[in-house]
């Protein structure tokens, strides 16, 4: 399993929001790592390392939280919040990982492609499921599941549980709708 570094200093516990608001402006971000068996340790990330770890297609990225210059920490970052005019990333809560234990991770789904029962059978093709959330051993963690739908039919409706996950296990309900090519009007749906 490779990992990243990541610099993070000790918080004291109970620093409140005016603290927290000093280290946002000072280009810090307020975390907190924990896992089985650890008792949660407040720290503080710079802005600009949480961004290169954050960039599009790395949002699990496995971590070596270097804390006060104390590597040996796993993490993946399991959550965060933003704000909602700015956007920037006001809160991270980092995961602590084992290499053999599975952790329950969202994921986005996207399809590619033009389905045979759009281009030629009039149909209309309804992306309805973004994200999936899985089980999966860190070192597995997909960027994101693609599927293709160009061989689909009018009258398809496609399940989260018709996915293969590989070494994954899919947490979302297996009856999930992932996507649906609907009939043009008259005509009966099939599932």
């Given amino acids: 399993m490779e990992l990243i570094s990541l610099n993070a200093t000790k918080r004291v516990n109970g620093e409140g929001s005016r603290a927290n608001g000093r280290l946002r402006k000072a280009g810090q971000i307020p975390a907190v790592y924990y896992g089985k068996g650890l008792e949660p340790v407040s720290v503080s990330v710079k802005t600009e390392d949480v961004a290169k770890v954050l960039a599009p297609g790395k949002r699990y990225t496995l971590l070596d939280l270097v804390i006060d210059g104390k590597a040996g920490n796993p993490a993946i970052i399991y959550n965060y919040q933003k704000d909602a005019i ?19 991770v969202v994921v986005p789904v996207t399809i590619s492609g033009l389905p045979v029962g759009v281009k030629t059978e009039g149909g209309t093709l309804a992306h309805e499921t973004h994200k999936l959330k899985l089980a999966v051993v860190p070192g597995k963690i997909p960027a994101g599941i693609n599927i293709d739908v160009s061989e689909f039919h009018a009258g398809v409706t496609y399940y989260a549980e018709n996915i293969d996950l590989g070494d994954a296990k899919l947490v979302s ?6 996507f649906a090519i609907s ?9």
């Fill in 86 to 104: 700015s956007q920037k990333i006001e809160h991270i809560d980092f995961l602590k990982i084992d290499e053999a234990t599975p952790v329950k």
């Fill in 183 to 191: 009939k043009p009007r008259g005509q009966k749906a099939e599932s």
């Fill in 173 to 178: 309900k297996p009856r999930t709708v992932i």
